[in-house]
């Protein structure tokens, strides 16, 4: 768990209030994932950055944000949530194909659990 | 939509059994597989990686890989409670994307 940290672990949040969260990755990758996993659903993908560029944006509705400074770092902003986006929020890292075939192993943080009231 | 495919189970297995997890896949271009556990309430942990066809082996982890019958695998010898847990297959597919499984629930009966 060290590799990938995520803060908060545990969030409450009202639908009108905004908060962040963050992850930071210790593993020199370069490539960040937010997913959200709800129960019973595999894991969505949600947003892929690689080196800093978001690369991907899976139909995410706009009330989350996410935000990535450099490569070790990943915030996604949150902003008039509805209950149904209460899951756990996962992110992962991981190093670019590019530097040969074993690519795309993705390591998980902690996960923040939400809760929107 | 490219899928992969696992029975969400519950799977239960004897303490000391071997217990088999398995797992199909629908893009017949994908080439890294993984195999991740996940306890309740924690994230995913990897456990294996595979990328060619056939068997690898790491502990009481044995990974089997075939491409012809787009099909993967995870033996777990000598179960243990420990293992008790959701297992989560991943298949990275020629677009570069990984794609996970609803993940498999394994109980270990002590």
């Known amino acids: 768990e060290t590799g990938v940290t995520q803060t908060p672990r545990h969030l409450v949040m009202g639908m009108t209030n905004k908060k962040s969260l963050k992850c930071e990755q210790h593993l020199g990758h370069n490539a960040m994932y937010w997913y959200k996993q709800s129960a019973k659903k595999p894991l969505e993908l949600m947003f892929v950055y690689n080196f800093k560029e978001q690369t991907e944006n899976n139909s995410v509705p706009s009330r989350f944000s996410p935000e990535c400074p450099n490569s070790s770092h990943l915030f996604l902003h949150l902003h008039t949530l509805q209950p149904e986006d209460s899951a756990l929020y996962l992110c992962a890292s991981s190093q670019d194909r590019a530097s040969g075939r074993v690519g795309r192993t993705q390591y998980f943080g902690p996960g923040t659990r939400l809760t929107v009231l | ?110």
Not at chain 2, 18 to 31: E, P
Not at chain 2, 56 to 80: C, H, M, P, W
Not at chain 2, 98 to 106: D, E, S, Y
């Open chain 2, 1 to 110: 939509q490219k899928e992969v495919e696992q029975n969400s189970g519950p799977l239960s297995v004897p303490e000391g059994a071997i217990a088999s997890l398995n797992c199909t896949y629908s893009d017949r271009g994908s080439q890294s597989f993984f195999w991740y556990r996940q306890y309740s309430g924690k994230s995913p942990e990897l456990i294996m990686s595979i990328y060619s066809n056939g068997d690898k082996e790491d502990g009481r982890f044995t990974a089997q890989l075939n491409k012809a019958s787009q099909y993967v695998s995870l033996l777990i010898r000598d179960s243990q409670p420990s293992d008790s847990a959701t297992y989560l297959c991943a298949a990275l597919n020629r677009d570069d994307k990984i794609i996970f499984g609803k993940g498999t629930r394994l109980h270990i009966l002590p």
